[in-house]
């Protein structure tokens, strides 16, 4: 069983800059691990996604040159720095597990964490 937990969202004006955290249980360095957002009445889509080892990452074209993944493998962490926020951007963001490097199945989802982007 893989439990994620998300933090840092919140509230920020266009232009700016939040950093989401996401704590994970279980053998984490050996998944895939990424990111997902869901904005109200549209359907969940794919941010970005990195390999095991951080080597690799792939991006969404909204996320890519504003967004950065990484993770921390010694503290079981994941993050997701997104700079250049624009109103558009406002959605709940999830955490997941992901089977395969850049775009296998999520098998596991965290709780979701609220961005919001004022004009």
């Known amino acids: 069983q893989v439990q994620l937990v998300e933090s840092g969202g919140g509230l920020v004006q266009a232009g700016g800059s939040l950093r989401l955290s996401c704590a994970a249980s279980?053998?984490?360095?050996?998944?895939?691990m990424g990111w997902f957002r869901q904005a109200p009445g549209k359907e969940r889509e794919f941010v970005a996604t990195i390999s095991w080892d951080g080597g690799a990452t792939y991006y969404s074209d909204s996320a890519k040159g504003r967004f950065t993944i990484s993770r921390d493998n010694a503290r079981n962490m994941v993050y997701l720095q997104m700079n250049s926020l624009e109103p558009e951007d406002s959605a709940v963001y999830y955490c997941?597990?992901?089977?395969?490097?850049?775009?296998?199945?999520?098998?596991?989802w965290g709780q979701g964490a609220q961005v919001t982007v004022s004009p």
């Open positions: 997941a597990k992901i089977r395969q490097f850049p775009k296998g199945e999520v098998d596991y």
């Open positions: 279980g053998s984490f360095s050996i998944y895939a």
